[in-house]
C-alpha cells in the first residue's frame, strides 16, 4: 500500500471526510496502515515526535491545534476526528488568530513544541549585566524521569515532607512557604506503591502538615498508569516509587479571598512544589512535576468536598 508524503498529505486528504484525512495523515507519518479507527497508533509504535509531526499536520490543514496531552491520552484515528470537532467547535466560541495558534498552546509540554517567547527579546533597550551565563550552583537539581528500584526508607521520605510542615497549633514559628492569610488552603496527598516505601503499607494518605503524620485514607489502592499521559509521563509514573497531589480546598480560602481563591490556591502549589523540589536531592529523592493527570477516577478515594481540585501533581524516587 502506498501512503502520500506528509508534505503531499494535507492536499492530498483535502476533500475527504475528517476520519479519512486523520487517517491519511497519521499513515503519512507513520508509514504503516492502521488497521482501525480505534487502534493505538502509540502500540503500533507511534514515538512523540510524530506524534508532534500529526499535530502539526492537522494544524496545516485545518488551522486548529490539538492539544499534546488529549492526543497522547488517547492516541486514535478516532479520537483525533473528535478532538478536531471539539477544537472546531472551541475555536467557534472563542477564536485564535491563525499566527498566534502555536504560541497560544503554551500547556503543552515545551518538549514537544515549537520555540515560544515566555523570555522576552531585547528590543533595543539599555541593558544592565547582573550575572554570567549559567544558573547558580546551587539552584536545585533537574527534573528526575527514571528512578532507582530499591525501596525507599519511610526517613528519607519524611524529611522530604518535612518542608511542608506546619507548626502546630498555639505553637509559635511558620511555614516554610507564604499562604494568603496564613489559611494554607492547599493540601497534600502522597500515593505509595507496593513495596516502593520501606515501611509504608501501599495506598493513599493525606499527609497532614501540622502533626506531620500520614493518614491512610486509601489501603491497597492501586493508581493505574492509565492515569497519566502514556508516551511522555506514563513511564515516568512506572517507575516512581510516590506520587504527591496537591489539592485546593477553596472552602478554606474563599471566605477571605472570593474570586482570587483559586489563584491563590495554584500559587501557593506552586511555591510547595518549589520547596520539595529544592529539598528532594538531599533526600536521595528524585522528582518530576506532573501538570496533568486523570483525576476524576480516583478522586472518590481522597474522599473531598465537591469544590476541591487536584491542583498539581509530583512524582518520585530515589535517585538512581
Ligand atoms: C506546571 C508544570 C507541569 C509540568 N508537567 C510535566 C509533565 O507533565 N511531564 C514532565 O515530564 N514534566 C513536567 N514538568 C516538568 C518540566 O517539564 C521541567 O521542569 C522542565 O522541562 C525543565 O526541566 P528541569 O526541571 O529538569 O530543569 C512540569 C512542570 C511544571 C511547572
Redesign the pocket.
Known amino acids: 500500500m502506498a501512503f502520500p508524503n506528509e508534505s503531499g498529505a494535507a492536499q492530498a486528504v483535502a476533500a475527504a471526510q475528517p476520519m479519512d484525512r486523520v487517517r491519511a495523515i497519521v499513515e503519512s507519518v507513520l508509514g504503516v496502515a492502521v488497521p482501525g479507527d480505534e487502534t493505538n497508533i502509540i502500540g503500533l509504535g507511534a514515538n512523540s515526535m510524530e506524534l508532534v509531526r500529526i499535530i502539526n499536520l492537522i494544524e496545516d490543514e485545518t488551522g486548529l491545534r490539538l492539544r499534546f ?1 488529549d492526543v497522547g491520552f488517547e492516541p486514535t484515528i478516532a479520537a483525533l476526528a473528535r478532538n478536531i470537532e471539539a477544537a472546531r467547535e472551541h475555536e467557534a466560541e472563542a477564536p485564535v488568530p491563525r499566527g498566534d495558534a502555536r504560541e497560544a498552546e503554551a500547556a503543552v ?3 514537544s513544541l515549537p520555540a515560544v517567547a515566555g523570555i522576552r527579546r531585547n528590543e533595543g533597550w539599555p541593558v544592565v549585566k547582573l550575572a554570567g551565563p549559567t544558573p547558580p550552583a546551587d539552584a536545585p ?3 528526575v ?1 527514571a528512578f532507582g528500584r530499591e525501596p525507599l526508607a519511610l526517613a528519607q521520605l519524611a524529611q522530604l515532607l518535612e518542608t511542608l510542615r506546619l507548626p502546630g497549633e498555639g505553637q509559635a514559628g511558620h511555614a516554610a512557604y507564604a499562604s494568603a492569610g496564613a489559611l494554607h488552603p492547599v493540601q497534600t496527598y502522597l500515593y505509595a506503591k507496593t513495596g516502593a516505601v520501606e515501611g509504608l503499607q501501599c495506598g493513599l494518605y493525606y499527609h497532614h502538615p501540622r502533626s506531620g503524620e500520614l493518614w491512610l485514607l486509601a489501603p491497597d489502592l492501586v493508581l493505574d498508569e492509565s492515569l497519566y ?1 502514556p508516551l ?2 506514563a513511564p ?1 509514573y512506572r517507575s516512581a516509587a510516590f506520587a504527591l497531589y496537591l489539592v485546593s480546598r477553596p472552602g478554606a480560602i474563599e471566605p477571605s479571598y472570593g474570586q482570587r481563591a483559586r489563584d491563590y490556591c495554584l500559587l501557593e502549589a ?1 511555591a510547595m ?1 518549589q520547596l520539595l ?1 529544592t529539598r528532594a536531592p538531599s533526600c536521595g529523592i528524585g522528582l ?5 493527570f486523570a483525576f476524576e477516577p480516583v478522586r472518590d478515594w481522597f474522599e473531598l468536598d465537591d469544590d476541591q481540585a487536584c491542583l ?1 501533581s509530583l512524582v518520585g524516587g530515589a535517585v538512581t
Open positions: 496531552e509540554p515545551a518538549r537539581g533537574a527534573s524521569r499521559e511522555l509521563n515516568v506552586g512544589a523540589r518530576c512535576a506532573i501538570g496533568e498539581h
